[in-house]
């Protein structure tokens, strides 16, 4: 809360300010770090909300897998992006923790490029691969 409040101010108004700050999603990224930083430091709350980001995101994971027509024991691989998982490595191990243990015959590892990368590959998917029905495309 401590830590919170010197970031935000007043735990009561947290949501309205960083509703109304044009750079919330900066900020709140930036207060990422401080809370794994906490969690490090052996803060237990920090640690549980460093868990419960973990598993959201594995649950987004979830979400995506069966979108895209994943099945058990499919040997696919998941990634992440951003510098919030990939600077916290407290979050990211829980991470793929949570996706590997969810998901038989899943790995999980580094990105392989950038974020533009990942979209220039759509652009090339052979047909019937799974996730091709689920990309849009402008002008074709």
């Known amino acids: 809360t401590r830590l919170a409040e010197a970031e935000f ?11 109304a700050d ?6 709140t990224a930036a207060f990422a770090q401080v809370v794994a930083s906490a ?26 897998l069966h979108g895209a027509g994943w099945q058990p024991g499919d040997a696919w691989r998941v990634s992440w992006m951003g510098k919030v998982i990939t600077g916290n490595p407290r979050l990211r191990i829980r991470f793929r923790e949570l996706v590997m243990a969810a998901h038989p015959g899943i790995t999980t590892d580094e990105p392989h490029g950038t974020p ?18 689920l990309v849009a495309y402008a002008g074709r």
């Open 9 to 19: 101010g007043p735990l009561p108004e947290i949501y309205m300010i960083v509703q």
């Open 39 to 64: 969690a490090d430091a052996g803060d237990e709350v920090a640690a549980q909300i460093l868990d419960a980001a973990a598993y959201e995101l594995a649950t987004s994971v979830t979400a995506a």
């Open 22 to 27: 044009p750079l919330r999603v900066r900020r």
């Open 116 to 133: 533009l990368d990942g979209a220039a590959l759509l652009l090339d998917l052979p047909a019937g691969h799974p996730v091709a029905a």
